[in-house]
């Protein structure tokens, strides 16, 4: 089974301080996402990673940013937190070949972040 | 661009009751289709897809849903719900286009109520 971890289930930081979200898969997945859940929202992409050190924007990438050093390992980076980025964020992989928005995504369970 | 709506955004149903959760979407080829569920606390978990061949797929936990183009509709069924099914679940689209433009677009999210 396709296993995704995420470092934290809950966190809480202070506005502007400098947020790590840590994404681990051990499929060997080419492909990882980040996105963004907010009720009435649904998932809103906010960046996605091909390769290592490769990285392109989804739809919401303002004051995010990621890194991926290693294929397994996807981090998302929230350079100086804000309130309005309080919200529950998904981590997900999937494997190359029929594109990102064709292949079967794995999820990990979530980080639910809150910025006071 | 591709779009989903999920015009549902609670449902309540009984155990043992038949479910039907709509789902319409908004393409100008032939899309790639995706139900997910997620369990309280828990990430997404893919219930079936579609891409092509018969229009009725089948997934796990008993689901199956029905694409029809005609209506762009992907509706998710299942004939008698068990009180696990109570969850959330989104519906979703993707598509191949050039690399960098093709994502998945998730729909808002249908809240299941299972009441006894």
Not at chain 1, 49 to 72: A, T
Not at chain 2, 62 to 68: L, P, Q, S, V
Request: with cysteine.
């Amino acid at each position: 089974d396709v296993k995704v971890t995420q470092s934290s289930r809950y966190l809480v930081k202070r506005t502007g301080e400098k947020v790590f979200l840590e994404c681990v898969q051990d499929m060997d997945h080419e492909n990882m996402f980040w996105y963004r859940q907010d009720p009435g929202l649904g998932l809103r992409l906010i960046y996605f990673s091909y390769d290592v050190k490769m990285k392109e924007k989804g739809d919401i990438p303002e004051g995010y940013s990621v890194s991926r050093e290693k294929k397994e390992r996807f981090s998302l980076i929230l350079e100086s937190a804000s309130t309005n980025q309080t919200s529950m964020y998904l981590c997900a992989s999937s494997l190359a070949g029929g594109g990102i928005g064709t292949d079967t995504q794995y999820f990990g369970p979530g980080t639910r972040l809150t910025v006071l | 661009a591709q779009s989903v709506t999920q015009p549902d955004i609670h449902i309540t149903v009984s155990e043992g009751a038949s479910l039907e959760l709509r789902c319409n979407y908004s393409y100008g080829a032939t899309p790639y289709l995706f139900w997910y569920v997620q369990s309280p606390g828990q990430g997404l978990q893919l219930l079936l897809k579609y891409f092509s061949g018969d229009t009725l797929v089948q997934g796990i936990k008993g689901f199956e849903a029905e694409f029809k183009r005609s209506q762009s509709s992907f509706n998710l069924r299942k004939p008698s719900v068990h009180w696990s099914d109570a969850a959330e679940y989104f519906c979703a689209v993707g598509a191949i286009s050039n690399f960098g433009n093709e994502k998945l677009t998730f729909g808002t999210g249908t809240r299941l109520t299972i009441i006894p």
